[in-house]
Nanobody, 121 residues
Framework: QMTFVESGGGLVQPGGSLRLSCAAS????????MGWYRQAPGKQRELVAR????????NYSDSVKGRFTIARDNAMYTVYLQMNSLKPEDTAVYYC??????????????WGQGTQVTVSS
């Protein structure tokens, strides 16, 4: 089982950038796909980006495609989310989690505390 600690969130103006990090515990990190999810107030948590265990596959939700980039460093047990051209609708708490079935994209582990991203002028 893995645990996750997300960081890097903050307040940013529309059009700005942030880089989120997710540090995972456990050497099994490199065996599994990872995903970034977000939950806005009053909405369900949604998957915004996922990456396969060796980074050969990356997929994004339509709402972030072309603006967000997911990457991972298996030696550091860390997954990143580079967010550019941020919009107010990107405001949410962002979480990472491991994915058992890449095509389904369902989170398989317990959630961390997340990191708050607020996009506002």
């Amino acid at each position: 089982q893995m645990t996750f600690v997300e960081s890097g969130g903050g307040l940013v103006q529309p059009g700005g950038s942030l880089r989120l990090s997710c540090a995972a515990s456990g050497s099994i990190f490199s065996s599994y796909a990872m995903g970034w999810y977000r939950q806005a107030p009053g909405k369900q948590r949604e998957l915004v980006a996922r990456i396969s265990n060796r980074s050969f596959r990356r997929n994004y939700s339509d709402s972030v495609k072309g603006r967000f980039t997911i990457a991972r460093d298996n030696a550091m047990y860390t997954v990143y989310l580079q967010m550019n051209s941020l919009k107010p609708e990107d405001t949410a708490v962002y979480y990472c989690n491991w994915i058992r079935d890449y095509d389904l994209g369902s989170a398989a582990g317990s959630w961390g505390q997340g990191t708050q991203v607020t996009v506002s002028s």
